[in-house]
């Protein structure tokens, strides 16, 4: 049942551990904004200070992240448009996929001798030490994580963006003249805090093997979901 309150209706909510905190405290000084919004979430935008009243070490190394941040979108040509920026793609009568993503925007590419705008997706994420490779999601062995999200969330938005729905995002993003026929791109930026602060970007390529995949993702939940509301979970 929490599995069906929490995944599927949404409407159960965990409250947020130390690393979460600072996590939603990186999104807020990065974004403006957190995965979720201006809702519930936004109570822990600020981070416990020692006695004195001062932030604390790991505060201040993740802000000077967020700092750097700014400057990594120049580096890498990319602008924002729009965070937390919410899709949907009808895919049947009784399945859409939905996709939330931390910030959606331009990035240039380099295409057929020409530099072209390309929409990009990009999921910033905090973690004490990118070299870990303790836990499910330790940025210290990337290749053996679930890049779900990277996986999904190009997809949807190329769906959006190749069907004729009117979507306010798609005309936000065809106001920049955005180049045809280039998938879209989708970047993680990864900063952490430990003492000697680092960050790590990486672009997840997707390839026509990733997106028969992740189609084949959809009909095996879609089966699962329906077996599970046939048998009242």
Known sequence: MYVKLHMIDGLYQSEPNDAMRKGIFFEYLTL?????????????????????????????????????????????????????????????????????????????????GSIVNVP????????????????EYSWGKPDLMDHIQAQFY?????KVMSNDVEDE??????????APDIYPQFYYMVFDYKPKAEYVVYNYVQTEMRI??????????????????????
């Open 32 to 112: 403006g904004n957190t995965a979720k919004g201006d809702g519930e979430f936004m109570k822990y935008i600020d981070l416990p200070k020692l006695r004195n009243g001062e932030p604390s070490v790991d505060e201040q190394r993740i802000r000077s992240q967020a700092d750097l941040f700014k400057k990594l979108l120049d580096l890498y040509n990319i602008t924002i448009i729009k965070t937390r920026t919410i899709l949907n793609h009808v895919l049947s009568d009784d399945i859409t996929l939905s996709a939330e993503f931390d910030a959606l925007g331009i990035v240039k590419k380099e295409y057929n």
């Open 120 to 135: 990009v997706i990009i999921d910033t994420k905090l973690t004490k030490n990118i070299y870990s490779e303790f836990g």
């Open 154 to 158: 190009p997809y949807i938005l190329d």
């Open 169 to 178: 995002t798609k005309d936000l993003l065809l106001m920049y003249d955005i």
């Open 212 to 233: 028969k995949e992740a189609e084949e993702r959809i009909r095996k939940v879609y089966a699962e979901i329906d077996y599970f509301n046939q048998t009242e979970w």
